[in-house]
């Protein structure tokens, strides 16, 4: 078998990879009662089967460095229509903004969260845990104080006693 045909098979066989996933989950997506991009349901399952080592890296590294490649000539369409229905864009820009903003600062706590989560050792966690327990038992025994306090008050408000 010549080169050319060896790699030629391999893309091939790496483009029906990448199309299967993407099939599946066009068809899962079908069978939910909610709308829900078949595309992303793919996207999931290409990675749960990476993940799992169903599919090897490598059997998809050919198409997938293809992909990258012409990444940027795959978004000219959607670029395109974009610039026809610039006006709608424009009108909604306020919202785009917020919307862009909001999601960057979500996803800036997320991140920051679980990076504070995950650096964590164990002696650290279990410190910050007994804070929290003391806390809680704070706050349980103030609430107790303040509702003891301000019974009698009441009673007394209650009774006609003017002050």
Not at 8 to 34: D, M
Not at 56 to 68: A, H, N, T
Not at 73 to 87: E, K
Request: charged content about 20%; glycine content about 4%; proline content about 4%.
């Amino acid at each position: 078998m010549t080169a050319f045909l060896k790699k030629t098979l391999w893309l091939a066989i790496s483009f029906l990879l990448i199309y299967a996933c993407l099939f599946v989950g066009k068809q899962i997506s079908s069978l939910l009662p909610f709308v829900f991009p078949g595309s992303i349901v793919g996207l999931l399952i290409l990675f749960l089967c990476l993940e799992f080592r169903i599919i090897r890296l490598d059997w998809i590294m050919p198409s997938g460095s293809l992909f990258l490649k012409y990444m940027a000539l795959l978004f000219m369409p959607s670029a395109i229509g974009i610039i026809t229905y610039l006006n709608e864009v424009y009108s909604s820009m306020v919202l785009i903004i917020f919307n862009m903003v909001s999601g960057i600062a979500l996803i800036l706590l997320v991140v920051g969260r679980m990076f504070q989560h995950m650096s964590e050792t164990p002696e650290e966690r279990r410190k910050r845990k007994l804070m929290y327990k003391r806390a809680l038992r704070f706050k349980k025994l103030a609430k107790r104080k303040l509702s003891t306090l301000s019974v009698p008050a009441v009673a007394e408000s209650d009774s006609g006693v003017a002050r």
